[in-house]
């Protein structure tokens, strides 16, 4: 990754090529001299599409990836992914005298992001914690081990981690066996930091959406996950809108007031084999299935704009339940993976993974990028999506 200055300036990440296309039109927008709403950051991601569809449907002037603050006059400053919550973290003095940041304040935004800060909160709370301990090095893994066994999940501190010229994103891992243990610690601590090694657990996930701010909360969404891609702590393939889980509703909504947790947050759980609920961890930021709150009801990106920009925060009472969403990119991957990781644990066999793929298809449900008031953003990533398979036939080099 560049200078963080200098990213700050003109975007977070660099586009992947089948993105581009889709910034090109909003990219010349913002070099002329018009002033804007907000700033969305990193345009490549599907929540920032969310975000930019919500702001745009309401009247809002929106500033897409990779437009200099200084050639807009940007009202608020929206984030998605961690790379950028850290670049923010670091410079959020100098782009406050600029910019509203759509973000929750220190130390409260430290702690969500810290789990290891996290789960000794939630603890304190009585929320459920799965059994964890900490390991630093290589050398710690066989005590992690003993106390931990085997099959455990080796998760880093922080999920976003920069060692002052480069940084990474670092994704959970499960480990079956002492050598994978070792060299997932050895992976996850390459930049440096701590690792938690976690119990495994084999229910399923849900994930708990709130807008807190004022000491109130304004909206409330749940879901739970069928398949994610990576297989564990990935990223939604495919989930369901659930009613608000009281049990952990109430878990969730207590935790995020001991923080002090404003804006938009998605507390994750996870449940063991007898449906006892445990978390995971929280995300400040809207996330890869922000769209499916939005399609259920819970504008989140408008929420947290109003919260940004000192306007008055509109209270969501309900939502649609039972709706299906389908990132089909991930669907497929997630597919893919529990065929070549057969027999793993929490892995479908593989006739069971392409049975519950093919079904999917009959069951009514809507789909990530897809909305055909806005098909562009749907064309541009299925074009990149088999581009990208065509090139990895040999001797083929088509386009698309």
């Known amino acids: 990754m560049r200078d963080p200055v200098n990213t700050f300036r003109t975007s977070s990440c660099e586009l992947p090529a089948e993105d581009r296309e889709t910034t090109t039109h909003n990219s010349q927008l913002a070099t002329r001299n018009v002033a804007y709403d907000a700033l969305v950051l990193d345009g490549r991601l599907r929540q920032s599409l969310t975000t930019v569809r919500s702001l745009g449907s309401r009247g809002l002037r929106v500033s897409y990836l990779e437009q200099l603050l200084d050639r807009t006059e940007a009202?608020?400053?929206?984030?998605?992914?961690?790379?950028?919550?850290a670049l923010i973290r670091r410079h959020r003095e100098q782009l406050e005298r600029r910019v509203r940041i759509a973000l929750a304040r220190e130390p409260a935004l430290g702690i969500a992001i810290n789990k290891e800060?996290?789960?000794?909160?939630?603890?304190?709370?009585?929320?459920?914690?799965?059994?964890?301990?900490?390991?630093?090095?290589?050398?710690?893994?066989?005590?992690?081990?003993?106390?931990?066994?085997?099959?455990?999940?080796?998760?880093?501190?922080?999920?976003?981690?920069?060692?002052?010229?480069?940084?990474?994103?670092?994704?959970?891992?499960?480990?079956?066996?002492?050598?994978?243990?070792?060299?997932?610690?050895?992976?996850?601590?390459?930049?440096?930091?701590?690792?938690?090694?976690?119990?495994?657990?084999?229910?399923?996930?849900?994930?708990?959406?709130?807008?807190?701010?004022?000491?109130?909360?304004?909206?409330?969404?749940?879901?739970?996950?069928?398949?994610?891609?990576?297989?564990?702590?990935?990223?939604?393939?495919?989930?369901?809108?659930?009613?608000?889980?009281?049990d952990t509703g109430e878990q969730a909504e207590r935790l995020v007031r001991e923080i002090g947790l404003e804006g938009y947050s998605q507390v994750e759980f996870r449940r063991d084999a007898v449906g006892k609920p445990y978390l995971m961890e929280i995300n400040p930021r809207l996330n890869m299935a922000i769209a499916h709150a939005v399609s259920a009801g819970v504008d989140f990106p408008y929420l947290l704009y109003q919260w940004a920009s000192g306007e008055p925060i509109d209270r969501v009472r309900s939502y649609r339940t039972g709706g299906w969403m389908r990132h089909l990119?991930?669907?497929?991957?997630?597919?893919?993976?529990?065929?070549?990781?057969?027999?793993?644990?929490?892995?479908?066999?593989?006739?069971?993974?392409?049975?519950?793929?093919?079904?999917?298809?009959?069951?009514?449900?809507?789909?990530?990028?897809v909305d055909w008031r806005d098909p562009l953003p749907a064309w541009t990533a299925t074009k990149g999506f088999l581009t990208?398979?065509?090139?990895?036939?040999?001797?083929?080099?088509?386009?698309?």
Request: net charge positive; proline share 7%; charged share 20%.
């Open 329 to 369: 990119k991930g669907d497929i991957s997630a597919t893919a993976a529990a065929i070549q990781q057969r027999g793993r644990p929490g892995v479908p066999s593989p006739a069971r993974a392409i049975f519950d793929f093919c079904l999917s298809f009959f069951t009514p449900m809507k789909y990530d990028y």
């Open 117 to 246: 800060q996290l789960l000794v909160v939630a603890k304190q709370l009585g929320v459920g914690v799965p059994r964890t301990v900490t390991a630093g090095a290589v050398s710690e893994v066989a005590a992690a081990l003993h106390e931990i066994g085997l099959p455990a999940v080796v998760k880093p501190v922080e999920s976003w981690s920069w060692d002052g010229q480069q940084g990474s994103r670092i994704v959970p891992q499960l480990v079956t066996t002492p050598d994978e243990a070792r060299q997932a610690v050895e992976e996850l601590t390459r930049f440096g930091g701590t690792t938690l090694f976690q119990e495994f657990l084999s229910g399923r996930r849900e994930s708990l959406s709130l807008f807190y701010a004022n000491g109130e909360i304004y909206a409330r969404f749940a879901f739970w996950g069928k398949r994610t891609f990576p297989l564990l702590g990935g990223i939604y393939a495919l989930r369901q809108a659930i009613d608000f889980p009281p």
């Open 75 to 85: 009202r608020v400053l929206i984030t998605s992914s961690d790379a950028t919550i």
């Open 388 to 400: 990208q398979r065509l090139q990895r036939v040999p001797g083929r080099r088509r386009s698309v």
